[in-house]
């Protein structure tokens, strides 16, 4: 059992136990899902900490992953002592209002807050983070730019705390995605099937087939709304040694951006090893790095071999549909590629992108 005491702040959440059985017995989080009333966000809440163990958690458990109740129910009231001893911690360091201004889930506190509220706030903040510390989270989260690879639009400011808190949700759901070791040369192997997955029309057809090719390749493709503020499209984040994660927002819920998303960030984890950059006026990346990004998944949609081809593709909807199956992609991305290029005017063959809604793309996230 894991000794929570080993360390003076450090914690363990239940979840992590859970995670690391499921991977072990190749035991899905819709597996584990089916066994509770609320499913998947049972899952989550017990994976990220904050839902309690109780004895019929911790009986359900028990029957899924293994173990006994009691061994469950043990290692919640484990973790409950060590975030509280982690929370007076944090009190006595002096750094309590530090991780008060840091984001944080949920309706913002209002007012002066009560001795016991800022312990709650406190607490929230790092089961949130999975951090025992001021310190540790500045570490991982304080310098944003230089920790993170996100891509967003260049003509709007992002708002770094509601990008932290979409990057933050995107790795505890990249937490229930079980994936192969993250291998670049496996995710270049499988750049021609993702290529071809442009051309399904539906996210719930698509999605699932791009996560599991994805999954062979050691990246946990997600799919999280981003938040009020928030302007991001895309982001990769090592969240463990061997595993990556592709974090996607639909933001545009356009065919033709959605598949750039995908590429760039393919294009960042194979070319840079998931190194810190971040594309926005506010929180500047480094140009060269974007640029190689930005060509690499340019090249996804339209292959060097019919660059010529693609010049002399006209400004007509046949000659685009033509060519667009001709090299196996959606007609919405040939647009988009002739529209970035001044090929094409921007108002024009936009019919031939697909948009979605939420009703469509909900269905297809884990």
């Known amino acids: 059992m894991i000794d929570e005491h080993a360390t003076a702040n450090w914690f363990s959440k239940p979840g992590d136990s859970i995670r690391a059985i499921m991977q072990r017995r190749n035991i899905s989080a819709y597996d584990l899902a089916e066994r509770f009333d609320d499913g998947l966000d ?99 989260y304080g310098r944003l730019v230089g ?5 967003t639009s260049q003509s709007f400011a992002s708002k770094e705390d509601a990008t932290l808190l979409w990057l933050r949700r995107g790795e505890l759901e990249a937490d229930m995605v079980q994936t192969r070791a993250w291998n670049s040369g496996n995710l270049m192997d499988r750049l021609k099937e993702i290529r071809k997955l442009s051309m399904i029309r539906h996210p719930q057809l698509f999605l699932p087939k791009l996560s599991t090719l994805c999954a062979e390749a050691g990246v946990a493709l997600v799919v999280v709304k981003a938040p009020d503020g928030c302007r991001a499209s895309g982001a990769i984040r090592m969240v463990d040694p061997d595993k990556a994660m592709l974090l996607l927002s639909f933001r545009y819920k356009r065919d033709d951006q959605f598949w750039f998303t995908v590429f760039h960030e393919i294009g960042h984890l194979v070319l840079h090893k998931a190194d810190t950059f971040v594309d926005d006026d506010a929180l500047p990346g480094d140009p060269i790095r974007e640029n190689e990004a930005n060509e690499f998944a340019a090249e996804c949609v339209i292959p060097a071999l019919r660059e ?29 590629q002739m529209q970035h290029r001044g090929m094409l005017e921007p108002n024009k063959l936009n019919y031939l992108k697909r948009t979605w809604d939420w009703s469509q793309i909900n269905p297809a996230t884990v």
């Open 308 to 336: 010529s081809e693609f010049e002399r593709v006209r400004p007509q909807r046949d000659d685009v549909v033509r060519f667009s199956v001709s090299i196996g992609v959606a007609p919405g991305l040939t647009v988009g």
């Open 147 to 151: 920790d993170t690879d996100y891509r």
């Open 42 to 140: 049972a899952v989550r809440s017990l994976i990220e900490g904050t839902r309690q163990i109780d004895e019929s958690t911790a009986s359900t458990l028990s029957t899924v992953l293994g173990a006994t109740a009691k061994f469950w129910l043990k290692r919640q009231e484990n973790f409950d002592t060590a975030v509280d001893r982690a929370v007076a911690q944090v009190r006595e360091s002096g750094h309590e209002d530090l991780l008060l201004r840091v984001p944080a889930p949920g309706r913002k506190a209002r007012g002066k807050l009560s001795l016991e509220s800022r312990a709650a706030e406190i607490r929230k903040r790092l089961v949130f983070y999975n951090v025992p510390d001021a310190e540790s989270w500045t570490g991982r």
